[in-house]
T-cell receptor, first 116, second 113 residues
């Protein structure tokens, strides 16, 4: 079974530029998550999708961050314009969500963003 | 808001020995889940073990076991017979209904040969 795929693996941009990350979850997984992991910290949830609807985006900086999940499969996370403090690893995860109280989340390899 | 605290930024263990990583959390909920995730230098986060709060029995997965103390809100991970491949960042995480994970800051585990 293929795991969660993410691209690109690394990205370096200047501040005020825009950047987009892509995630392909495990086939059949209904729930998709984007996390931000700043160096030395644990991952922090940015947004959670159930199929193509947003479940939780309370910690997403909506003035510069946006995310979508078209057709309930792939997802993109965009930052526009980027700030220095956005330098982090962006992790995508997915879970089956069969209606059980909780599902194991499976993580992708992440995208390391450096903002100069 | 729920918080997860890992008080050990870094730990070292000799190969084949046992090490315990600490985790405490804060919640007012009675029904929740706790996890330990491993993140090797390649960055792929891998689930190590999970514990359901309503189960009194401590979870075990081969060389990995937990000591879950619900009243003390403590959830430590014990790694027995440590191997070089166990070297990684370990994250403790709390999940409540709705699948939202709250992570601690992590503990770097170094394994000496």
């Amino acid at each position: 079974e293929a795991g969660v795929a993410q691209s690109p693996r690394y990205k370096i941009i200047e501040k005020r530029q825009s950047v987009a990350f892509w995630c392909n979850p495990i086939s059949g997984h209904a729930t998709l998550y984007w996390y931000q992991q700043i160096l030395g910290q644990g991952p922090k949830l940015l947004i959670q999708f159930q199929n193509n609807g947003v479940v939780d985006d309370s910690q997403l900086p909506k003035d510069r961050f946006s995310a979508e999940r078209l057709k309930g499969v792939d997802s993109t996370l965009k930052i526009q314009p980027a700030k220095l403090e956005d330098s982090a690893v962006y992790l995508c995860a997915s879970s089956l969500s069969r209606g059980e109280k909780t599902d194991t989340q499976y993580f992708g390899p992440g995208t390391r963003l450096t903002v100069l | 808001a729920q918080t997860v605290t890992q008080s050990q930024p870094e730990m070292s263990v000799q190969e084949a020995e046992t090490v315990t990583l600490s985790c405490t959390y804060d919640t007012s909920e009675s029904d929740y889940y706790l996890f330990w995730y491993k993140q090797p230098p390649s960055r792929q986060m891998i689930l190590v073990i999970r514990q359901e709060a309503y189960k009194q029995q401590n979870a075990t997965e081969n060389r990995f076991s937990v000591n879950f103390q619900k009243a003390a809100k403590s959830f430590s991970l014990k790694i027995s017979d440590s191997q070089l491949g166990d070297a990684a960042m370990y994250f403790c995480a709390y999940m409540e209904y709705g699948n939202k994970l709250v992570f601690g800051a992590g503990t770097i585990l170094r394994v000496k040969s």
